[in-house]
């Protein structure tokens, strides 16, 4: 993304969730990304599956794709949050492109390892989302990444 098309905006939500969207709503030939910031709890994971709808809605997935998307997040975050360390943060990226979706989902973990590949919570999360992969980054960062491709075989 160059210096001239980024435009950051970070709108406050409710109790320390925050949605921060990078891009430009008028070029649609270049990716934007919106992230996510919340606590790391199960009781916020609504305002994600809610961000996860509309911004899929606004690439036209169809309500299927959509609804196997909110599905995926609520699996992706069980997977993290079971590893996150209390009192920090969630936190979720999307990289929009015209018929693609990708979102890195990541926490901070006490003794951070990859998600189990072989478990069928994995299963279904490959199922649903298409292509989904794991990593570890510094500072005890787990993520898992999701990307949904509108129309993909096996969608909806």
């Known amino acids: 993304m160059t210096e001239d098309t980024a435009a950051t905006t970070a709108v406050p ?8 969207r990078d891009g430009s709503p008028t070029d649609r030939g270049a990716a934007d990304y919106v992230h996510v910031r919340m606590p790391a709890e199960s009781a916020y994971l609504s305002v994600l599956r809610t961000a996860t ?15 196997d998307l909110r599905i ?9 949050l079971a590893q996150a360390i209390p009192g920090t943060d969630l936190e979720c990226g999307f990289e929009l492109e015209a018929d693609e ?7 901070t973990a006490a003794q951070a390892r990859m998600p189990a590949r072989d478990t069928f ?11 989904v992969d794991s990593r ?8 898992i990444v999701l990307v949904k491709r509108r129309g993909a075989v096996g969608s909806g």
């Open 53 to 67: 709808a509309g911004l899929a809605a606004r690439l036209d997935f169809t309500l299927d794709e959509i609804e």
């Open 13 to 20: 939500g409710e109790s320390g969730a925050s949605l921060v």
């Open 101 to 107: 979706v990708t979102i890195t989902v990541s926490v």
């Open 72 to 80: 995926a997040i609520d699996e992706a975050c069980a997977m993290l």
């Open 136 to 143: 570890l980054g510094s500072g005890d960062q787990v993520s």
């Open 121 to 131: 919570a994995w299963t279904v999360l490959s199922a649903l989302a298409g292509s």
